[in-house]
C-alpha cells in the first residue's frame, strides 16, 4: 500500500525531465520555442556579446562549453545608461544556467576567451515564451 501511495505522490507532482527549467516557468512539458546552436571561435581575450530581448515570463537555458576552463560569461543590461549586471562566472569550462528576466528589456550575453589559447565555445540556448536570440552584435 506504501508503494501506491507513493507513485501517486511522484505522479501528482508532475515536472518536466529537466530540473534545471522551472515547471512554473515554462510548463513541465513544453518543448523550447526555439533552440539556438553556435560554434563561436574566441582568441585569447576575444570579447563578443549577443542580445536577448525578453520579459518577465520569458525563459533562456544557456549551456556553453570549451575544451578548457576558459569561459567567462555574464548577462546584463543597459536600463538608463547604466550596466546590471544579473549574474556572472569566470574561467568555466562548462555553463548551464537557466536565465528569467525579471522585466522586459535587451539582455546581453556576454562571453570572453581568458584562457591561454584560441577556443572554441559550443553554444546552445533554449527559447521559452516570447524571448528572442538577436545573434552576435
Given at each position: 500500500m506504501r508503494t501506491v501511495i507513493l507513485l501517486l505522490a511522484?505522479?501528482?507532482?508532475?515536472?518536466?525531465?529537466?530540473?534545471?527549467?522551472?515547471?512554473?516557468a515554462a510548463g513541465p512539458?513544453?518543448?523550447?520555442?526555439?533552440?539556438v546552436m553556435e560554434?563561436?571561435?574566441l582568441a585569447i581575450n576575444d570579447i563578443?556579446?549577443?542580445?536577448?530581448?525578453?520579459?518577465?515570463?520569458?525563459?533562456?537555458?544557456?549551456?556553453m562549453s570549451a575544451a578548457s576552463a576558459a569561459i567567462d560569461?555574464?548577462?546584463?543590461?543597459?536600463?538608463?545608461?547604466?550596466?546590471?549586471?544579473?549574474?556572472?562566472?569566470?574561467k568555466q569550462m562548462t555553463v548551464d544556467y537557466v536565465f528569467m528576466p525579471k522585466q522586459q528589456a535587451d539582455w546581453y550575453l556576454l562571453v570572453r576567451n581568458k584562457g591561454l589559447t584560441d577556443i572554441t565555445v559550443q553554444l546552445q540556448i533554449e527559447l521559452y515564451g516570447n524571448?528572442?536570440?538577436s545573434g552576435w552584435q
Open positions: 511522484l505522479a501528482a507532482c508532475g515536472g518536466g525531465d529537466d530540473p534545471n527549467v522551472p515547471a512554473d512539458d513544453v518543448a523550447p520555442r526555439q533552440i560554434n563561436l571561435p563578443q556579446e549577443a542580445i536577448l530581448v525578453g520579459g518577465k515570463g520569458d525563459v533562456a537555458r544557456i549551456r560569461w555574464n548577462i546584463h543590461s543597459h536600463p538608463n545608461g547604466e550596466t546590471i549586471v544579473v549574474d556572472e562566472a569566470f524571448i528572442t536570440w
